[in-house]
């Protein structure tokens, strides 16, 4: 099975309101029923991502994105690997946008 990164995405600037306790209780137990449901292809659960900072030729700096969570899953083909995400609770239940999958590919020369 091949391995892919999946990218959850969320722009808190969308003017939505934020998750309320009986949201946050509802999303994470149905977040826990899927995380059950591809047990076996999780290879790493991952999680939240915090604020980001950039480092290029310029130095250091704080820096935006809409990048929310992650996670890394198996899966036979690319295809496979997104479906896994369809109707997750990331934006059927809390206000995420979406989830971009993308496969981890070997290091060239390696």
Request: with cysteine; net charge negative.
């Amino acid at each position: 099975m091949a391995r892919f990164m999946a990218i959850y995405t969320g722009d808190s600037s969308a003017g939505r309101a934020p998750p309320d306790q009986q949201m946050i209780a509802a999303g994470m137990a149905a977040w826990q029923d899927w995380g059950k449901r591809y047990a076996d292809q999780i290879v790493e659960f991952g999680g939240p991502l915090g604020k980001t900072k950039r480092v290029n030729a310029g130095g250091v700096s704080d820096a935006s994105n809409n990048l929310a969570a992650y996670v890394i899953v198996e899966a036979d083909s690319h295809e496979a690997a997104a479906r896994m995400f369809e109707g997750h609770p990331h934006f059927t239940i809390f206000p995420g946008d979406g989830v971009d999958v993308m496969p981890c590919l070997p290091v060239p020369g390696a």
